[in-house]
Each structure stands twice: as structure tokens, then as C-alpha cells.
């Protein structure tokens, strides 16, 4: 079974998902933001299509370690996106938080040492921030 991976923003949601073995995470797509109803309602389009049995989101703390503003819009996405996998058959699927302190500099530090044009780094610095998270919660469990 597979675990889904996400790097929730204001404008986008990076995804990621694992292989089978949950051992490498890849990239798979950048939702763009229209309304929390409709963006959880993407997200679960993706756990059914790669039959995950968790969805772990990115919790933006600061570098302090305390929860910021950020931190609580992504508690309130990932809420939504509970409730909406109770009432749609999915409650067997787990949902985790991980730390994701700096995975955006890091992502963007691969993508910068890629050789990556600015222009195509804004396109998926997200999806690029989803594996970082993901990758590094599917290493933390081994």
C-alpha cells in the first residue's frame, strides 16, 4: 500500500506519493488552490487512484519549533480532508503531520543545483517540496 504526501499552501497543494514497499517517494502533481471543499476533494481523487493508506501532511513550524498561522491553516485543511474521507468510505485511511521545516529551501536547492530555469522551478517547487517531506517521513520510519 502506498502513502500519500503533501505540501499544503495558501495557492497550492504539492503531492507525492510512495512506491508500493513505501521505501522512494515521487512527485506527482501541483494542485492549484480554488476552495478548501474542492482541493481535499483533488486530494482524495489521488488516495483512491493510488489505494494509499495514509495521506502525511507537511506542518509548517517555525524554526523555534512553535506552530505559526501557517501551521494551523494546514491543521484546518487536513481536518477537512479527515472528515471528508470519513464520509466518502476512506476512514481506514490514515492521517499523519510531518515537520517540515526548510523542505522548501531544500527543495529549491535541488532544483537550483538541477540547473532549473526560475520560471520552471515556480512550477514545482511544491510538488518538489511534497517528495522532500514524504522521503523524509518514509526514512524516519525505517
Excluded: H, W
Excluded at 506519493?17 to 482524495?44: N, P, W, Y
Excluded at 509548517?60 to 484546518?76: F, I, L, Y
Amino acid at each position: 500500500m502506498r502513502i500519500l504526501g503533501l505540501d499544503i499552501g495558501d495557492k497550492t497543494v504539492g503531492v507525492a506519493v510512495s512506491d508500493e514497499l513505501g521505501i522512494t517517494a515521487q512527485g506527482i502533481t501541483t494542485i492549484d488552490r480554488v476552495g478548501i471543499r474542492k482541493d481535499t476533494g483533488k486530494v482524495i481523487d489521488y488516495v483512491r487512484k493510488y489505494d494509499c493508506e495514509a495521506v502525511v501532511c507537511g506542518l509548517p513550524m517555525s524554526m523555534d519549533g512553535r506552530e505559526s498561522q501557517q501551521t494551523e491553516k494546514v491543521r484546518e485543511f487536513a481536518r477537512m480532508l479527515e472528515n471528508k474521507m470519513r464520509s466518502t468510505g476512506l476512514a481506514g485511511v490514515r492521517l499523519e503531520f510531518y515537520d517540515e521545516r526548510l523542505t522548501t529551501m531544500m527543495a529549491e536547492r535541488v532544483l537550483i543545483e538541477a540547473d532549473m530555469r526560475r520560471e520552471k522551478r515556480k512550477e514545482i517547487i511544491d510538488r518538489q517540496a511534497a517528495v522532500i517531506i514524504l522521503q523524509s517521513y518514509l526514512d524516519s520510519r525505517s
